[in-house]
């Protein structure tokens, strides 16, 4: 049975996993996500008890390519929705998602805070928890290399073949 994510009202707190084929709106729908987290965005008890920002956010994907595309991606996605919550992006059409999303901010001030978030945020994706799995784990090893008694020199193979 195929379910339809919608991203507006999908609670936020916990995992969330999203398979689905090529092209089907995997990176739009997580960059709509991120959005929302960033934003603290979502009904009481559906949301985190804050706004995130991107190093809190752990996304997870399968290629070095694809961790590249959804940071730019969502850095874009931030960027074009604060200056949409700001009024100031006439020149794209109507963005349902967003149009929906900014119902939610509905004074002026509300809707400029959020674009600051979102401006804040579209920055601080460089430092974005966006990684392969095994950079993840990785990352995981060094950072708690005490505890696991790992090497903090240890590099990662690209190709087995050098442990033949």
């Known amino acids: 049975m195929t379910t339809i994510l919608d991203p507006l009202h999908l609670p936020l707190h916990g995992s969330r996993l999203i398979e689905a084929s090529a092209g089907t709106g995997k990176t739009w729908t997580i960059a709509a996500l991120y959005l929302r987290l960033i934003l603290g965005h979502g009904a009481e008890g559906e949301r985190f008890a804050r706004a995130l920002l991107p190093e809190d956010i752990l996304v997870m994907t399968f ?96 190709d087995e073949t050098d442990l033949r």
């Open 63 to 158: 290629t070095r390519a694809a961790t590249q595309e959804l940071k730019e991606r969502i850095r874009d996605r931030l960027q074009s929705a604060a200056r949409y919550f700001l009024g100031s992006d006439h020149a794209t059409p109507p963005d349902p998602f967003l149009e929906t999303l900014l119902a939610d901010y509905s004074s002026p001030k509300t809707r400029a805070q959020a674009a600051h978030k979102l401006v804040l945020a579209a920055d601080a994706m460089d430092d974005s928890a966006i990684f392969t799995i095994d950079a993840w784990c990785q990352r995981t090893l060094r950072e708690h290399a005490f505890a696991t008694g790992s090497d903090f020199r240890e590099t990662l193979l690209l």
